[in-house]
């Protein structure tokens, strides 16, 4: 019951965090067939994730108790590399030369429900197979986590393609957000009271950038004419 009640929770948040983009997005609507495949494709990432890492990264590598610190914050890496890679690529080749993809709020929303749609089975896999305190404790720290990552990207990307922003910007915007989520993981895998705060510091600011970089990006539209529907 506690495990389902926590799923429910997972789905209820996303699904907030959805309807509050769609409310607050004063461009054109978007086509809601397009944000079913951008959730699908983050669904879809989570599966090659899973493949990819079991097939590349042993286990013993995932702890400092079993590994070096080193040996363990570089596998870390390598997982938020994977990770963010299949979230935001296959989106991005997706939509970047889309229509529709034309608006600055368009880089936050498309990819966090990418994000979304990664995040909510990682989220439920973990609370089923480790049970329902790991579930209470993703609940805690990752609801939004994944949508975050994925939109702090997809933010750079649209600035490229509407504002020309040379595209070295992704690529940084990118390695950071691998840097973050690899240091998330691994502070929060040591089970070390002081580096568990870094991962709570890490997901509370990127979920703040979140809501920043969408309100930012609804200026950017607002003051370039891209506004067609009032509030």
Known sequence: MQILAIIVFFISISALLVWFFIKNDRGDKEPISVLWKAGIIGF??????????????????????TSSIGISFFTYVLVGAIEESLKFLPLAIYIYKKKYFNEHTDGIIYFAIAGI????????????????????????LLPIFHAATAAIVG??????????????????????VVMI???????????????????????????????????????????????????
């Open 155 to 176: 933010y750079f990307l649209i600035k490229v393609k509407i504002d020309k922003k040379p595209w070295y910007t992704v690529g940084l915007a990118f390695l950071l």
């Open 117 to 140: 749609g990664f995040g909510i089975p990682e989220n439920i896999a973990y609370s089923i197979i480790s049970g329902a305190p790991a579930g209470m404790i993703r609940l805690i």
């Open 44 to 65: 879809l990432g989570f599966i090659g994730a899973g493949l990819i890492e079991s097939w590349i990264i042993p286990e013993s590598h995932l702890s400092p108790k």
């Open 181 to 231: 989520h690899g240091l998330f993981d691994f502070c929060l895998s040591t089970q070390n009271p002081s580096l568990i705060m870094v991962s709570v510091l890490i997901t509370f600011t990127v979920s703040i950038m979140l809501f920043v970089l969408f309100f930012k990006a609804s200026n950017l539209d607002k003051k370039a004419g891209l506004y067609r529907r009032k509030k």
